[in-house]
């Protein structure tokens, strides 16, 4: 059984950083791409940050330059950094991960974690 683990969320003023993280465990045999998505109150789910296997990356227009994101295959685990945060950035900021089993690729979710930026 896959699960996907967030951690790294909590309060911090307009202009601070937080550093989230994702841990990757079960039985797949591939990470194809990881990333982090958000959802604001009254709001869509968006993407925030995406790798790939590939290294490729891909980021929402509202926080690139501000936020970066990078894996470390090795742990299976991805890692999003947040500058100068905004109020606008408040959300919970869910793990995402596209696996590659022995049945093929399937999308998994981690259980979000808070990240509310306020003064």
């Known amino acids: 059984q896959v699960q996907l683990v967030e951690s790294g969320g909590g309060l911090v003023q307009p202009g601070g950083s937080l550093r989230l993280s994702c841990v990757v465990s079960?039985?797949?045999?591939?990470?194809?791409?990881m990333g982090w998505y958000r959802q604001a109150p009254g709001k869509e789910r968006e993407l925030v940050a995406l790798?790939?296997?590939?290294?490729?990356?891909s980021y929402a227009g509202s926080v690139k330059d501000r936020f970066i994101i990078s894996r470390d295959d090795a742990k299976n685990m991805v890692f999003l950094q947040m500058n100068n945060l905004k109020p606008e950035d408040t959300a919970v900021y869910y793990c995402?991960?596209?696996?590659?089993?022995?049945?093929?690729?399937?999308?998994?979710w981690g259980q979000g974690t808070q990240v509310t930026v306020s003064s």
């Open positions: 995402y991960a596209r696996l590659f089993s022995r049945t093929g690729n399937t999308e998994y």
């Open positions: 079960g039985d797949f045999l591939r990470i194809e791409r």
């Open positions: 790798r790939t296997s590939g290294r490729t990356t």
